[in-house]
């Protein structure tokens, strides 16, 4: 493949952007292809190159690059129409009432404009409903970038893991392994009194996809309860992803207190939310005492989007087709694993699937499986699962970065560029597209 147009625009990039992009995960060795436009599941770069695209702008676009009908005509009637006003639109209140309607957590819902605006206002939501400063948070989990969970360490001993945080907000967030009541136990021990809120991914998606073992994600409901702490569930991948329209929540059947969504909720366009518990959100200003605002919140072109995108998906069995098409891909590289490299392995559920590259065999590491995984006595067992943080640090995260994801980009399929963040398949990919893929990763693997 010729990319001589995207290195020379990236040269560019890199005399007016630090890093030439505007979105660290984007800058990838040795340079990143930049693309002209997309085409259902496929996007074609400034070379004309096309790829199968699984990366889907990081998990918004349910339909691909395309826009069914209801969607484009939403979209094009709120843009002409203002695109925006700063006083409040019916759509606002349709797609509102949607998510309430769906969605179990869901009472009342406050649109923002990102998946990290969602995560900081609802831990300053709990903060500020609790009286309390600490947020538990799982080792490995992501929330966007944001000063709370930007965070390494142990209990106790934590710090933060990016310059430009102050060392005294990492000492309010407390990391626990995932999938270990004990640890949450020992902490809420420790802290109980102080903690606002445990705050979780219900399925880790930047983690390589770990699902909770039986019982986890109601431990710390319970938990929670017990001491008048949140839980908060953030939704922002998984949210009308994984168990359609009632999200993971539903899936699992654990109610949180708090829910963050982003990315599909607003179909295509920035976007994030808190819902929750009416007499939680309420606490938002201006009906309540934590200070909330934005100049694009509730934007009436990203609700259109989000409302057409999420009534299209319940009208016309979207997550039957993409969790099918998802699973025959999942099943078809867990064959061409087992032929050619036995220690790697496929993990997923829903529209999302990654391939892990584990350094060790099945064996040397715990097994989601054996360790209760809630999807067991569904799942068709690809292989080994992580079960957290710890099994994931042994994945061969060099092999995934520099050889293998390249090989795929010049077959001519985009995964993500970093090997623990979650792909996922479009209600615009096809079997044939799914057949060139397995394919592709046959020859690169
Ligand atoms: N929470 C989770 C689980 C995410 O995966 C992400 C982003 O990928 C975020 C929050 C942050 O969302 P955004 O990138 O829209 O700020």
Same mark, same amino acid.
């Given at each position: 493949?010729?990319?001589?147009?995207?290195?020379?625009?990236?040269?560019?990039?890199?005399?007016?952007?630090?890093?030439?992009?505007?979105?660290?995960?984007?800058?990838?060795?040795?340079?990143?292809?930049?693309?002209?436009?997309?085409?259902?599941?496929?996007?074609?770069?400034?070379?004309?190159?096309?790829?199968?695209?699984?990366?889907?702008?990081?998990?918004?676009?349910?339909?691909?690059?395309?826009?069914?009908?209801?969607?484009?005509?939403?979209?094009?009637?709120?843009?002409?129409?203002?695109?925006?006003?700063?006083?409040?639109?019916?759509?606002?209140?349709?797609?509102?009432? !949607?998510?309430?309607?769906?969605?179990?957590?869901?009472?009342?819902?406050?649109?923002?404009?990102?998946?990290?605006?969602?995560?900081?206002?609802?831990?300053?939501?709990?903060?500020?409903?609790?009286?309390?400063?600490?947020?538990?948070?799982?080792?490995?989990?992501?929330?966007?970038?944001?000063?709370?969970?930007?965070?390494?360490?142990?209990?106790?001993?934590?710090?933060?893991?990016?310059?430009?945080?102050?060392?005294? *907000?990492?000492?309010?967030?407390?990391?626990?392994?995932?999938?270990?009541?004990?640890?949450?136990?020992?902490?809420?021990?420790?802290?109980?009194?102080?903690?606002?809120?445990?705050?979780?991914?219900?399925?880790?998606?930047?983690?390589?996809?770990?699902?909770?073992?039986?019982?986890?994600?109601?431990?710390?409901?319970?938990? %929670?309860?017990?001491?008048?702490?949140?839980?908060? !569930?953030?939704?922002?991948?998984?949210?009308?992803?994984?168990?359609?329209?009632?999200?993971?929540?539903?899936?699992?059947?654990?109610?949180?207190?708090?829910?963050? *969504?982003?990315?599909?909720?607003?179909?295509? !366009?920035?976007?994030?939310?808190?819902?929750?518990?009416?007499?939680?959100?309420?606490?938002?200003?201006?009906?309540?005492?934590?200070?909330?605002?934005?100049? *694009?919140?509730?934007?009436?072109? %990203?609700?259109?989007?989000?409302?057409?995108?999420?009534?299209?998906?319940?009208?016309?069995?979207?997550?039957?087709?993409?969790?099918?098409?998802?699973?025959?891909?999942?099943?078809?590289?867990?064959?061409?694993?087992?032929?050619?490299?036995?220690?790697?392995?496929?993990?997923? %559920?829903?529209?999302?699937?990654?391939?892990?590259?584990?350094?060790?065999?099945?064996?040397?590491?715990?097994?989601?499986?054996?360790?209760?995984?809630?999807?067991?006595?569904?799942?068709?067992?690809?292989?080994?699962?992580?079960?957290?943080?710890?099994?994931?640090?042994?994945?061969?995260?060099?092999?995934?970065?520099?050889? *293998?994801?390249?090989?795929?980009?010049?077959?001519?399929?985009?995964?993500?560029?970093?090997?623990?963040?979650?792909?996922?398949?479009?209600?615009?990919?096809?079997?044939?597209?799914?057949?060139?893929?397995?394919?592709?990763?046959?020859?690169?693997?």
């Amino acid at each position: 493949m010729n990319h001589d147009e995207s290195r020379d625009l990236y040269d560019r990039a890199l005399s007016v952007m630090p890093g030439g992009v505007n979105s660290s995960v984007r800058a990838v060795r040795p340079y990143p292809f930049f693309v002209e436009r997309g085409d259902g599941a496929h996007v074609v770069d400034a070379d004309g190159n096309r790829y199968i695209d699984y990366v889907m702008g990081y998990g918004p676009l349910l339909y691909g690059h395309d826009m069914p009908d209801p969607v484009r005509s939403a979209v094009q009637s709120y843009a002409s129409d203002g695109p925006m006003y700063g006083a409040p639109t019916e759509i606002e209140v349709e797609h509102a009432e !949607f998510v309430a309607r769906h969605v179990p957590s869901v009472e009342k819902i406050r649109f923002v404009n990102s998946g990290t605006e969602a995560t900081v206002s609802a831990v300053r939501l709990a903060r500020g409903y609790t009286g309390r400063d600490k947020i538990v948070v799982m080792e490995g989990g992501y929330h966007g970038a944001q000063e709370s969970t930007l965070v390494e360490g142990e209990p106790g001993d934590t710090a933060p893991s990016t310059k430009g945080i102050p060392a005294s *907000f990492a000492e309010h967030t407390v990391p626990v392994p995932f999938n270990d009541p004990e640890a949450v136990d020992e902490v809420f021990e420790e802290y109980g009194d102080d903690i606002a809120a445990v705050l979780t991914e219900p399925i880790l998606g930047n983690m390589g996809i770990v699902h909770p073992v039986e019982g986890y994600l109601e431990h710390l409901r319970e938990v %929670t309860d017990e001491h008048g702490s949140l839980l908060i !569930f953030d939704e922002v991948i998984t949210g009308f992803r994984v168990g359609g329209l009632q999200c993971a929540q539903g899936k699992f059947g654990v109610t949180p207190d708090v829910t963050t *969504f982003g990315k599909i909720i607003g179909g295509g !366009f920035p976007v994030g939310a808190i819902g929750g518990r009416a007499d939680v959100v309420e606490r938002f200003s201006p009906s309540g005492d934590v200070f909330q605002s934005g100049t *694009f919140s509730g934007h009436p072109v %990203t609700m259109a989007a989000g409302h057409a995108y999420l009534t299209y998906a319940a009208e016309n069995g979207v997550y039957d087709y993409v969790n099918d098409l998802a699973e025959t891909l999942r099943r078809g590289l867990t064959d061409i694993v087992e032929d050619n490299a036995p220690s790697y392995t496929v993990v997923g %559920t829903d529209s999302m699937f990654k391939t892990i590259f584990t350094r060790e065999g099945p064996d040397d590491l715990t097994d989601a499986c054996e360790a209760g995984c809630v999807q067991r006595e569904s799942c068709p067992r690809y292989g080994y699962c992580p079960k957290n943080g710890a099994d994931v640090a042994n994945a061969e995260t060099e092999r995934w970065e520099r050889i *293998f994801w390249q090989e795929m980009k010049e077959r001519g399929v985009f995964l993500t560029a970093n090997q623990f963040e979650s792909q996922f398949v479009s209600y615009a990919h096809t079997e044939e597209d799914v057949e060139e893929t397995l394919e592709a990763y046959k020859e690169a693997l």
